[in-house]
């Protein structure tokens, strides 16, 4: 049974992780991170975030706190693929491999190995950080390892319901199935996100406004969609007018990435906003992104842009 100061300290880790997601809209900074919480009258670490299972020495028991997968490098392939299994729907840890061949850094390797066995068998909830950026994480939590597979050197995890499971309650498998569901996509979301943001460097491709909490990551053909990939290629930097304008097809980017206005509004007289915000951009090009492998996949703007006008 999991020591009952031990499930108080995870919930408190919990609580933290939760305040933490709710202050960074989810994407939480390290350095936030490292200020770890509070707990019996100490500040408990998160970990160094260097390495991927953490246990901190306040804890009695065996089992780990916290999990972390690196965050991939600018510009690099984002790992989330390689997080999640599609046969089983389980999200996927790899064991710790030893840094060197010294027995000291082996033995490190297995005590840590450890930590994530005596989660599966204390069934103890987790906190998942999933780097989604060079120093930015997206926590998941609580997560659960389901599932231990040594040949393969991996644990299988699944996101739990947050209040229950966390409270030890045991959800059932449908609802975990559908929280990490929920998990995936909202990983995969975040990563689109910040990828869109960094191509488009921070501002809108129409009005290049850079405020940032104004500016968002417009999908070209919506998630929902078989082609809706989260993927720079489908997405475009919108500051919030402009990316309602074009869920709404009130404006259309046609696929040289020319910007149309519905032809109701071109002429129709409604103060400023309509005319410097919406008007004076008809027929005016886009701000594309530098590296050409990130600009907008024409053929999703051409069938975006033919619901446009099919809109009228």
Request: net charge neutral; hydrophobic share 40%.
């Amino acid at each position: 049974m999991p020591d009952e100061r031990d499930l108080e300290l995870r919930q408190a880790a919990l609580d933290r992780v939760r305040e933490l997601s709710r202050r960074y809209d989810d994407i939480v900074p390290i350095d936030a991170l490292r200020e770890g919480f509070a707990f019996g009258g100490e500040r408990i670490s998160f970990g160094s975030f260097y390495s991927g299972i953490f246990r901190p020495r306040q804890m009695h028991g065996p089992a780990a706190l916290c999990l972390v997968t690196t965050p991939p490098k600018e510009q690099g392939d984002a790992p989330y693929e390689d997080g999640f299994d599609e046969t089983t729907g389980t999200f996927v840890y790899h064991y710790r491999t030893a840094r060197s061949d010294s027995a000291s850094a082996r033995l490190q390797a297995e005590a840590d190995n450890r930590k994530l066995r005596a989660a599966l068998e204390l069934a103890v909830p987790l906190i998942y950080f999933h780097g989604v950026a060079p120093g930015q994480y997206a926590p998941v939590a609580p997560m659960f390892i389901t599932g231990d597979d040594p040949a393969r050197r991996i644990v299988t995890l699944e996101a739990a319901m947050p209040l229950s499971d966390a409270a030890g309650m045991r959800s059932s498998p449908d609802l975990r199935r559908y929280a990490t569901r929920e998990a995936r996509v909202r990983l995969h979301q975040h990563r689109f996100r910040l990828d869109v943001m960094r191509a488009y460097r921070g501002s809108c491709a129409v009005c290049a406004l850079r405020e940032a909490s104004l500016v968002q990551a417009a999908h070209i053909i919506e998630d929902a969609d078989p082609r809706g990939a989260a993927a720079v290629v489908n997405g475009i930097a919108l500051c919030a007018i402009h990316h309602l304008a074009y869920d709404r097809n009130v404006m259309g980017i046609d696929p040289r990435g020319v910007v149309h206005i519905a032809t109701r509004l071109l002429h129709e007289v409604d103060g400023p906003m309509l005319k410097t915000g919406l008007q004076g951009f008809h027929g005016q090009p886009i701000s594309q992104p530098r590296r050409l492998a990130e600009r907008p996949d024409p053929d999703r703007l051409e069938e975006r842009y033919e619901r446009f006008r099919a809109a009228g």
